[in-house]
């Protein structure tokens, strides 16, 4: 288990530091929200502000499409677990962050906790990487040895037959309210407008039809092969609990087996979508 | 009009319910429970805290439509959907819940313009209420402080009460008391014992207390008022918000809806939906100008609109505080906090 307490100490004082010789203009953590097991992404300003931040089981909230509200010139101090400090290195690699404008309070964090279920978010579920492949900061012991593979959640879909699997994601998928909670949470959703947002052309109806949800869910996995990082924000933050993951995850690994490369591990790599190579797989073509 | 039923015979009761028009009850699945269009006796639950979202949908779907239409060569056709005119029952409503049905009659019925969707549905539903007895509140709920007792009738045609082993359904109007007649066979006669069960639980359920705010609605109207151009309280309100529409959908007093022309080919419809202040678009205008483009700028205009607007247009607070926006905010935004602060200032 992840010893929270002193992570949380750790970065209180990583914070104040940063704040204090003006390294940072704000640290965007986690701060106590109406009590201990929902913590709410909270943004320290001053040294003062600070000591308001905290870290437990509870912060799963991927903070990293805050960012993205950040204006470019102006350094930024982010905590970042596992997952987070992929949605870092995609999105400079995407060209939408800047690597010099961000501080990196890395955190490694297992035992991680689901507030709606209770549940213990594992590889089984979203966010199986733990150490962050980027930081400037470890606020936290690394950790290694094999974990389970994140995709071995997939292997009930994988099973089913086509026709099934089929009928599994349009009973899911046509549970969706519209809300877009699931694109709203997640950092790698920046299309301004969003497509689904867009009325010339109008992609899918504007009222919440099967139809329409299923070409909204289906347009955005695919919009994000190749850049998930499965930090599962969509899947908690959906309000009628749509197992979004399960679809990503079955396109990062496809992404992973064919391109032998997975979202936001190096800077250097191009989006694997965006990388043509001669000697790329044509396997999807056939 | 006080009757029981054995609780094994409910299954009973909600096939003769079903047979005499669509029934909406509390449904248990792997996500929770929510309120559903019964077909099945053996589906409804009573052993729940509250649904997901609210059951404000029975009244005021998330989409109907109000014309079909058929364009193409020749003159186009078009007919207005007709309204609803079968009976319906809304089974399991806690107490909450059915007074936000009050505080929705202001806009949809007592603004000067009547809505006859939300008009028929109202005459035709028999809700049959659901108080909290025995029942710990959850911790974010705070109907309390909005005046809502935990064994509030108002808005209720029934109430439903357990007792070891039985249900007691009290009529408390005369659309309640006339399902209950109706449905006479089925039921047996109270008994003197079971009167006093019922007041004695409706008592201790009155003695349950939320999170408690004093929100007065003249005086928070005003506070909010004032607040209004505080733009640094705003932003620190909405700093974690993602201005997703989580918490308006699953709220039962949040009303907004748009409304589209949507066709496949020559056949559409003109349907209108729930909408949500907190989608960017919500005030998008023609021009690309929008007037709330900035989250926090929609954040307070949902809290205003519940706190303020509501209160200078209809007397009322457009809130029941069940909680439900702050148990499925991604980022657990807390409303009650959010008027906590502002009262504080």
């Known amino acids: 288990m992840t010893a929270f307490k002193e992570i949380e100490k750790k970065l209180i004082q990583q914070a104040k530091e940063l704040l204090e010789r003006g390294e940072v203009a704000q640290v965007i953590a ?20 600070a000591d308001n931040l905290v870290f437990n089981e509870f912060c799963t909230f991927n903070l990293v499409g805050y960012l993205m509200r950040c204006p470019p010139g102006i350094k930024v101090a982010i905590v970042v677990k596992g997952a987070d400090s992929r949605a870092v290195v995609q999105l400079i690699q995407e060209a939408k962050l800047r690597r010099e404008d961000l501080v990196l309070l890395g955190i490694p964090a297992s035992g ?19 150490n962050p492949v980027l930081c400037d900061y470890l606020l936290g012991e690394e950790k290694y040895g094999r974990t389970e593979s994140p995709y071995q959640v997939l292997k009930p879909l994988e099973v089913m037959g086509k026709d099934d699997r ?3 994601w349009q009973n899911e998928l046509s549970r969706c309210l519209r809300c877009f909670a ?51 924000n969509c899947s908690r933050s959906c309000p009628v609990d749509i197992p979004l993951y399960l679809f990503h995850k079955k396109l990062a690994q496809d992404c992973e087996e064919m391109f032998g490369q997975a979202a936001g591990m190096r800077i250097e790599d191009k989006p694997v979508m965006v990388d043509f190579r001669v000697e790329d797989t044509d396997e999807m073509l056939k | 009009m006080l009757k029981k039923i054995e609780q094994g015979k409910l299954s009973e009761l909600v096939t003769a319910l079903i047979d005499q028009g669509p029934l909406y009850a509390p449904v248990r699945d792997d996500r929770g429970v929510n309120f559903q269009s019964i077909r099945s006796p053996l589906a409804v639950t009573l052993d729940f805290y509250n649904s997901v979202l609210s059951p404000k949908a029975v009244f005021f779907p998330q989409s109907e439509d109000l014309i079909s239409y058929r364009l193409g060569r020749g003159e186009p056709t ?5 309204l609803p005119t079968a009976q319906t029952i809304l089974l399991g409503v806690r107490p909450p819940d059915a007074y936000s049905f009050f505080l929705m009659d202001e806009l949809f019925l007592g603004s000067g313009i009547v809505d006859p969707y939300w008009q028929s549905r109202r005459d035709l539903t028999v809700v049959i209420g659901y108080p909290f007895i025995n029942q710990t509140p959850d911790a974010v709920d705070f109907y309390s402080s909005l005046g809502i007792s935990a064994t509030d009738t108002r808005g209720s045609d029934i109430f439903l009460i357990k007792k070891n082993g039985e249900l007691l359904f009290k ?12 449905q006479a066979a089925l039921f047996t006669e109270a008994t003197g014992d079971d009167e006093q069960y019922y007041l004695a639980a409706l008592a ?7 999170r408690n705010l004093d929100c007065d609605p003249k005086r928070t109207a005003s506070k909010l008022e004032n607040l209004f151009a505080d733009t640094a309280f705003w932003e620190q309100m909405a700093a974690a918000c993602i201005s997703c529409g989580t918490c308006t959908f699953v709220c039962p007093t949040c009303h907004c809806f748009d409304i589209a022309d949507e066709n496949i080919f020559r056949d559409g419809a003109r349907r209108r939906f729930w909408d949500a202040c907190m989608f960017t678009d919500f005030t ?9 483009s900035r989250v926090y700028q929609r954040l307070r205009q949902k809290v205003c609109h519940k706190y303020s607007y509501y209160i200078r247009n209809f007397g009322v607070i457009s809130c029941v505080g069940c909680g439900r926006c702050t148990r499925s905010c991604p980022v657990n935004i807390d409303i009650f906090t959010i008027i906590a602060e502002a009262m504080k200032k």
Not at chain 1, 112 to 130: N, S
């Open chain 1, 30 to 49: 986690y701060g106590r929200g109406y009590d201990d097991q929902h913590p709410m992404p909270y943004v320290a300003k001053t040294v003062a502000d």
């Open chain 1, 112 to 130: 991680m906790v689901d507030q709606k279920t209770g549940k213990i978010i594992d590889a089984q579920t979203t966010g199986g990487q733990i």
């Open chain 1, 166 to 168: 089929w009928q599994f």
């Open chain 1, 182 to 232: 699931c694109r709203k949470a997640c950092p790698m959703c920046y299309c301004d407008p969003c497509f689904m947002d867009q009325s010339r052309p109008r992609w899918a109806d504007k009222s919440p039809t099967a139809e329409g949800s299923i070409m909204y869910h289906l347009t955005r996995f695919y919009h994000l092969a190749g850049r998930c990082i499965d930090c599962g």
């Open chain 2, 78 to 82: 078009a007919k207005t959907t007709p």
């Open chain 2, 171 to 182: 009529g408390l109007t005369e659309k309640g008391n006339a399902l209950l007649a109706k």
């Open chain 2, 204 to 210: 201790q359920g009155a003695a349950i207390v939320t």
């Open chain 2, 284 to 292: 998008l205008e023609a021009s690309g100008h929008n007037p709330r």
